[in-house]
């Protein structure tokens, strides 16, 4: 395992360095991390809930009337919101940070993307889809026995496509400014103390941010996946299959192939998820002795675990999302 400075690369094997002051590092660079995800956390769920506000506002004023029944008004105005929040954010999480925004694009991968794989992480992200709503289903059963109304399994709805600003956001600004926080920023500064634990920890991070169930359960699965390949196969591929997901896959089949390609009163989307559901299972099987060794050869220290999650700004941030995105279930039930 290589352990990295920040200006020079040595062998733990060649060094020896303790295991004190390995876990020394890592306390500073997820204090470093913890405040600047809090921070960007706030700005961009600041500027987020300010477009409802302001949304909210134009409802009341009689004038606005025939400008909100417009979708595509509406949608562009959340998304000028989105933008600036996004934007500022990085843009805060940048400043004086301990981890330059070049070393993203430094990263050296050790594999190199060919077609064969390009197509089997593609089928992999159906896959994921397919896994994820089996998930959605049983979470969605549970809370109606528990008489909670929820309705977590949803098609895309066209009308997200009206806004050409919001379609871009969607499809190019959000995979690449995400790409860079949660891969870039969190994955690639965690990646030294091993790479297993770098993966969950930002697939976690990942999911929790998008602050919606029926998201989350896709984007933890997704963001492992991402991590990997920014680790193995470079950034700019954990860029790239991120936009694909969510131009391609989530705007172009979904919305515009799925309702006019039906096969035995199935959609296109749910015969790609189903094929590639079948696809990742047979990934998993045929690459099980490589998991395991991957596993077993970049784990991270013991208790980074613990380090971790009593930073009081991760806790926070977990605890507010985990209320928006599951707590107000029970608390509208009654809990």
Do not use: C
């Amino acid at each position: 395992m290589m352990y990295q400075t920040q200006n020079d690369d040595f062998n733990i094997e060649e060094t020896s360095p303790s295991k004190e002051n390995v876990k020394s590092e890592y306390k500073k660079d997820i204090l470093s991390i913890a405040r600047r995800l809090l921070i960007y956390f706030i700005i961009f769920f600041f500027f987020s809930l300010l477009g409802r506000s302001v949304l909210r506002q134009m409802q009341l004023d009689s004038k606005y009337y025939y400008l909100l029944m417009d979708t595509s008004f509406v949608y562009t105005i959340t998304a000028v919101f989105l933008y600036i929040g996004a934007f500022v954010g990085l843009i805060a999480w940048v400043v004086k940070t301990k981890f330059p925004f070049k070393r993203i694009f430094e990263h050296v991968a050790p594999k190199k993307m060919n077609v064969g794989t390009f197509f089997l992480i593609s089928g992999s992200i159906f896959g994921i889809r397919f896994v994820s709503k089996l998930i959605l289903m049983g979470i969605d059963k549970l809370f109606t026995q528990m008489g909670i109304p929820a309705t977590l399994l949803g098609d895309a709805s066209p009308e997200i496509t009206s806004s050409i600003v919001f379609v871009l956001y969607l499809g190019v600004v959000a995979p690449f400014i995400e790409e860079v926080i949660f891969r870039g920023f969190i994955g690639y500064r965690m990646e030294r103390y091993g790479k297993i634990f770098a993966i969950g920890f930002s697939a976690m991070i990942f999911s929790l941010f998008h602050a919606n169930l029926s998201q989350e359960i896709f984007t933890f699965f997704l963001g492992i996946l991402l991590a990997y390949i920014a680790f193995e196969y470079g950034f700019q591929w954990a860029v790239a299959f991120h936009m694909i997901n969510n131009f391609i896959f989530a705007i172009i089949v979904d919305v515009y192939l799925s309702p006019a390609i039906v096969i035995d009163k199935h959609p296109l989307h749910s015969i790609l998820e189903l094929l590639g559901f079948v696809l990742l299972i047979y990934i998993l099987f045929a690459k099980l002795p490589e998991i395991k060794a991957y596993i077993s050869e970049n784990h991270a220290f013991k208790g980074i675990g613990f380090i971790t999650f009593t930073k009081w700004q991760i806790v926070l941030y977990i605890l507010v999302i985990l209320y928006y995105s599951v707590g107000i279930y029970f608390i509208q039930r009654g809990f």
